[in-house]
């Protein structure tokens, strides 16, 4: 990097949608993070903050996922598949990259990519820490174990509490950082 250049900082924003906030699979925990969310996407520009959405189809109780979690969520084109739409607004102009399982391998292949053409940096925050923030951390960390990841635990909530910061603790073990 030369000299005054500066790191780009991403933020990754993982699954803020209506079914894992006060939907099919909502938690008051998750309903207590929105403000902090939208929070911290405010101070990101537009061009550097990344989204998932969890998405099914109608055959989801027939997958793996579906079988071992019995709950229809996040069916494409359901009101609880949608990101809630306060924190949508803020998202105009996001990559949205919509996953059929808990870790989005283009959104890493992506990263990687970019990671490639310059030196950036990775925050990521959203629902749940448990399942979908952990699987996309490690997934990124194994792409790019040398790209500074780091989760912001006051804009992430679990399906329990104790999951939570069960899964924190595994990001920090894995060299991500906790906020």
């Known amino acids: 990097m030369g ?61 793996q996922e579906g079988m071992h979690l019995p709950v229809e969520h996040c069916i494409r084109g359901s009101k609880g598949w949608e990101i809630r739409e306060d924190i949508a607004a803020l998202l105009e102009g996001a990559k949205i990259y919509e996953k059929p399982t808990f870790g989005s391998t283009a959104l890493a292949e992506d990263m990687k990519a970019l990671s490639l053409q310059e030196e950036i940096e990775l925050e990521l925050i959203g629902l749940c820490t448990d399942i979908c923030v952990v699987s996309n951390a490690l997934l990124l960390k194994a792409s790019m174990p040398e790209v500074k990841i780091s989760v912001d635990a006051s804009c992430c909530a679990g399906v329990t509490p104790e999951s939570h910061e069960a899964a924190l603790q595994t990001m920090k073990m894995c060299q991500i950082g906790i906020i």
């Open 3 to 63: 000299e005054g250049a500066q790191m780009r900082k991403l933020l990754i924003v993982i699954d803020m949608q209506n079914d894992f906030i006060d939907g099919a699979l909502g938690t008051p925990e998750a309903v207590a993070i929105v403000e902090n969310v939208k929070d911290k996407i405010r101070t990101y520009p537009a061009e550097d903050i990344f989204a998932t959405m969890d998405t099914h189809g109608l055959n989801y109780l027939l997958t």
